[in-house]
């Protein structure tokens, strides 16, 4: 019995120290984000029109790599906020923002900003 406990211990250690050495050194926090598949890449603008392109159909389970930029001034949509994520990334003016998300169920999943999405757009999960 000892050593049935001992060993799980060991056993426990040895996946803490395994879990801890996985873990990337400081270095680039973007390659984390750089998906081992392929990610589709969808190129989405703010514009005195809103979030353009909308609606965008895209796949459930079709890891997504969203590339935002923010282009007008005149625009409450500061942010991008995707509903039930806890996605919610500053859109500074003129500069590309890239947010990786997987739809993980189908349905509409909206995204705006951060005011109750009053300025929104939708991506078309199926
Ligand atoms: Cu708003």
Redesign the pocket.
């Known amino acids: 019995m000892r050593t049935l406990c001992l060993s799980l211990a060991a056993a426990s250690a040895l996946v803490a120290a395994y879990a801890h050495a996985g873990e990337p050194p400081k270095e680039p926090a973007k390659s984390e984000a750089k998906p081992k598949g392929k990610a589709r890449t969808i190129e989405i603008s703010v514009t005195d029109d809103g979030y353009q392109p909308t609606p965008i159909k895209v796949k459930k389970g079709e890891p997504l790599r969203i590339r935002i930029t923010r282009k007008t001034d005149k625009?409450?949509?500061?942010e991008l906020v995707i509903k039930e994520t806890n996605i919610n990334v500053p859109l500074p003016l003129n500069q590309t923002v890239e947010v990786s998300y997987t739809p993980d169920k189908a349905g509409d999943v909206k995204f705006?900003?951060?005011?109750?999405?009053?300025?929104s757009g939708v991506l078309l999960v199926e």
Do not use: K, Q
């Open positions: 625009t409450c949509a500061n705006g900003c951060a005011m109750g999405m009053m300025v």
